[in-house]
């Protein structure tokens, strides 16, 4: 798997053929945001492709689609609280109306007022919402395993969440009990990260955790982030998913079948959002159909926005 390879590189994307993204550091109302821009082949425009990821990662996760020369502008951000956009971040006050908010001062910073998103997990989330709050400026968005109602309402209540979700409720407790710690127990995962038992912890995020390398393990338990975490599940809690009822632009919604976080029920909601919502299982993959099933993927962002 592509991205499994990718991710165990540290640093700007390695990519063959392709140029590497620039850096950039800009000002928001949660603190400075990192994004990386993959320049297009016309050299910019207003209009770009955006990838938010999700409470488990940074920009990295979007590696393996981004193999080949974009036909416009890609900006992949760092939400505040993850990657490199830790310095400064207001973790207190980032809800999800105050990430989207941030995530639209960068794109404008950087001269877009147009855009596809691609969300993954609490990335889904935000797409979704700028869909709703800027629905002038979104013309499609793809929600790759959006965590929604399943994980909010086990946030809300924890015990019911243990029969319904108990893999993200023992991860939201692990990250509650760490994030106490404050760097000392991120320090811890990252140990753990290095034995056996971060693959076994990790397991539910994939179809087939023993395929998983060492190194995306690793990686994994390096971008764990317990505050941030913590702050993102209260966020999702408190979220009012009506707003979604102002999306107007298609939606592509995916989930694994195989996935713990994302619920079927979930995806039911979505759907009676109207026929512009696209609802699609992904078979043989968890948590992370980006790394376990990158080709369709691949096949089914380009679908969407060729309708």
Partial sequence: MEFLQEASRSGSAALSGVASPRREVIATALGPCVARVQESSEGGGDFADV????????????????????????????????????????????????????????????????????????????????????????????????????????????????????????????????????????????????????????SPLFADPAAVPSGLIRRLAQEARPASFSAAARAIALYDFGQWRRISCPVLAMRGDHDAFTPASDHSQLASLGPHVQIVTVTECGHFAIAEQTAVVKQLIEELRQR
């Fill in 51 to 202: 990838y938010l990821h999700g409470a488990a990662g940074s920009w990295t996760t979007f590696q393996p689609l981004l193999s080949d020369t974009p036909e416009r502008d890609r900006v992949l951000i760092d939400l505040p609280g993850w990657g490199d956009s830790t310095q400064g971040a207001q973790l207190e006050t980032a809800t999800i109306e105050a990430m989207a908010g941030a995530v639209v001062e960068v794109l404008t910073a950087l001269g877009n007022n147009k855009w596809n998103i691609v969300g993954h997990s609490m990335g889904g989330v935000l797409a979704l919402h700028i869909a709703a709050a800027w629905p002038g400026s979104t013309v499609s968005v793809v929600a790759v395993s959006a965590t929604t109602l399943g994980v909010a309402g086990s946030v809300k209540s924890p015990w019911r969440g243990l029969a319904k979700m108990p893999w993200f409720v023992g991860m939201l407790l692990l990250m509650n009990t760490t994030a106490v710690f404050g760097n000392a127990g991120r320090a811890l995962i990252r140990g753990v990260g290095h034995t056996p038992l971060m693959r076994l912890l990790l």
